[in-house]
Each structure stands twice: as C-alpha cells, then as structure tokens.
C-alpha cells in the first residue's frame, strides 16, 4: 500500500486539501509569475530531476508575502495539494499578474 501511495492519498484527504495539481500543469500556468523562472525554459522545468524543488522554490517565491500559507502546501510524488485558501491566494496573483501584463501591452 506504500509503494501505490494510498498512505500519502488518505492523509492527504484526512487533513482536507481539495486542490490538487500536477507539478506539469502548476508549471504551465504559475511560472510565468516570477521573475527568474520567466529565463528558464517551461521544458527544462519539466524535466528537471528536482520538480518538487523546483516547485517549492516557485511557491516560496509567490507567496514571499504570505510565508505563513507556504507549510500548508503539501509536495506529493506527481502533485502539489494546497487548502482552498493558498488556492484562492495563488489564483489571485495569478489573476493580479495577468491583468498588470494587460495594461502594459
């Protein structure tokens, strides 16, 4: 039951983090928000050994202003498990992002 990853699958359920998102698909959506992931090519990233590296340095740095939500973001084998409320913060700088780019194209 380890090895198929239900341990990790029930406690993750138990402690209630609804969002769940593949490392490829977190990347192709949330990379562009900071500055030095912009350089680094969306395939690198991708096919880094290190993607839940990779990934947490990305988190740290969106939520570089709300360092509190970042232990409750949790880094599985193939995906990232965040509460509704990191989810509601990331999709609002998302949003932030995308709209200060609008004004200046």
Do not use: C, H
Not at 15 to 30: A, K, N, Q, T
Not at 58 to 80: M, N, Q, S, Y
Not at 94 to 104: S, V
Request: proline share 3%; glycine share 4%.
């Amino acid at each position: 039951m380890r090895y198929l990853g239900l341990f990790e699958s029930v406690k993750i359920r138990l402690e209630g983090y609804p969002l769940r998102i593949e490392y490829e698909i977190f990347f192709e959506r949330y990379y562009q928000l900071v500055k030095e992931f912009r350089s680094v090519k969306l395939k690198n990233l991708l096919k880094s050994k290190n993607i839940k590296g990779e990934a947490s340095k990305l988190i740290k740095r969106i939520f570089v202003d709300t360092p509190d939500a970042i232990p409750k973001i949790l880094f599985g084998k193939k995906k990232i498990y965040m509460k509704l409320n990191e989810s509601r913060i990331l999709d609002e700088k998302y949003m932030q992002f995308w709209q200060e780019k609008k004004i200046y194209v």
